[in-house]
């Protein structure tokens, strides 16, 4: 079975820290991965996605097929980057329209 | 029109009543998608619309009956419910087919109580 886990529930750090949430998955075809982020009282979001390559809010994260994971990374945090942070896994074998969220990671900036 | 919207907000319910979610976009998608949301946990899918047809129904009890009128609107009527049913209820729709970005636009969810 697909799965998609997070194994950070909380990761606290500083302002200006290198940040890391660690995302891994279980996915028996070629997946597409994706980071969604949730900030307080907003609507769940797109952060990126692995086919794009690209950096977001200085976020970026790797697909990296040998050891199954899908890191999200920023060099320097900052306090507006706090919310919760979901890795999410397309299936194919669905159609593409089936998305496995993984449990996610609050993100936590302190000043 | 970039963005989905729901109706209501915010929805308290009886065990016996019956009510209705809405949800709307009109970013020319066609597939279209109900979640629940438990708090502190990540969305599990409820249904998917795909070209206003019901192509995965992810088991859910039939006190929830989606619907999908046309490609901008998809309901979820409600009926008997539980109250471990309260969540927040997210509708999210997206491109269809294997060589769309499989990007899902969520809309800001209903937050309901069964009381």
């Known amino acids: 079975a697909q799965r998609v886990t997070q194994p950070e529930k909380l990761l606290s750090v500083f302002k200006g820290a290198p940040v890391e949430l660690k995302c891994n998955y279980s996915y028996s075809g070629s997946p597409e991965l994706f980071w969604y982020v949730q900030y307080s009282r907003q609507r769940l979001q797109l952060l990126l996605r692995?086919?794009s390559r690209e950096s977001i809010k200085g976020f970026t994260a790797d697909l990296n097929k040998g050891e199954t994971s899908f890191h999200l990374k920023k060099p320097f945090a900052q306090e507006e980057d706090s919310a919760m942070y979901y890795c999410?896994?397309?299936?194919?074998?669905?159609?593409?329209?089936?998305?496995?969220f993984g449990t996610g990671t609050r993100l936590l900036v302190s000043p | 029109d970039t963005e989905v919207t729901q109706t209501p907000k915010h929805l308290v319910m009886g065990m016996t009543n019956k009510k209705s979610l809405k949800c709307e976009q009109h970013m020319g998608h066609r597939a279209m998608y109900w979640y629940k949301q438990k708090a502190k946990k990540p969305p599990e899918l409820m249904f998917v619309y795909s070209y206003e047809k019901l192509s995965i129904n992810e088991s859910v009890p039939s006190r929830f009956s989606p619907e999908c009128p046309n490609s901008s609107l998809l309901n979820l009527h409600l009926h008997a419910l539980q109250p471990e049913d309260s969540a927040l209820y997210l509708c999210a729709s997206s491109q269809q087919g294997s060589g769309s970005s499989g990007t899902q636009y969520f809309g800001p969810g209903t937050r309901l109580t069964v009381l």
């Open positions: 999410a896994l397309r299936q194919r074998d669905t159609g593409f329209q089936k998305l496995v």
């Open positions: 692995h086919i």
